[in-house]
């Protein structure tokens, strides 16, 4: 049996579905209210670095993978690195501008920060549209589904435990019952239990807090 690789269009979902919310929220901050501007910033920290962890994972264990197995892709492989190296400059600038608005949280400051958001997910969308259009399909026919599952827990490994809750929470928040069962179907049953009480509690949390208005 392959790779499930409907479980990378679940996080891809996520990326894009939070990246696009983060500007408005950022420029809907009152100038000044360091409380609603750390709630954000939090919560931009977590999905850039829930991005990061997932990168990654694909630098270290799926690229080279490709370039190994599937040799006359292998410029389409050294492509998505090269993208994986611009989204992490991407990444790292939208930080440095996020440390200083959630510090000072002024109008300036926001749309900066607004404006580098917007950018890095120009840049991240077709960088993951490209990937599910022509790299998921070499991973169904060069990745075993053992090497597959090693990506799930590199990006597990890679995640404080105290977000994997919010990380959960995210990646089913939009996903169908199917994409649901087979994101749970490897997970213990205590932890699976955990994540559909009280994870999901915590989730719920959180993702109120950020989107009040």
């Known amino acids: ?3 499930d690789v409907q479980e990378m269009v679940v996080i891809h979902r996520v990326f894009r579905r939070e990246l696009a919310a983060i500007p408005a929220l950022v420029r809907a901050t ?3 209210d360091t409380a609603r501007a750390g709630v954000i910033g939090a919560h931009a920290d977590f999905v850039l670095g829930f991005l990061h962890a997932h990168h990654s994972g694909e630098d270290e264990l ?3 993978l490709l370039l190994q197995r599937a ?3 292998a410029d389409l492989v050294r492509t998505m690195q090269a993208q994986h190296h611009g989204v992490e400059e991407a990444t790292e600038a939208t930080r440095e501008a996020l440390r200083a608005w959630t510090a000072a949280p002024d109008r300036a400051a ?3 920060l607004a404006g580098l958001v917007e950018r890095l997910r120009e840049a991240l969308v077709a960088h993951l549209d490209l990937e599910e259009r ?3 399909p070499l991973v169904t026919r060069h990745v075993s589904a053992a090497e597959w599952a090693a990506l799930a827990e590199h990006g597990k490994n890679a995640t404080p ?3 994997l809750p919010l990380v959960f929470g995210a990646l089913l928040e939009d996903a169908s019952a199917r994409e649901r069962a087979g994101l749970l179907a490897g997970v213990p049953a205590p932890i699976r239990f955990f994540l559909r009480t009280a994870g999901a509690r915590q989730y719920r ?3 109120t807090r950020v989107r009040a208005a």
């Open 205 to 207: 949390r959180h993702v």
């Open 62 to 64: 799926l690229w080279p």
């Open 134 to 136: 022509e790299i998921l």
């Open 30 to 32: 009152t100038p000044g």
């Open 110 to 112: 926001a749309d900066r």
């Open 1 to 3: 049996m392959g790779p």
């Open 71 to 73: 040799a006359p892709s």
């Open 161 to 163: 435990r105290r977000q």
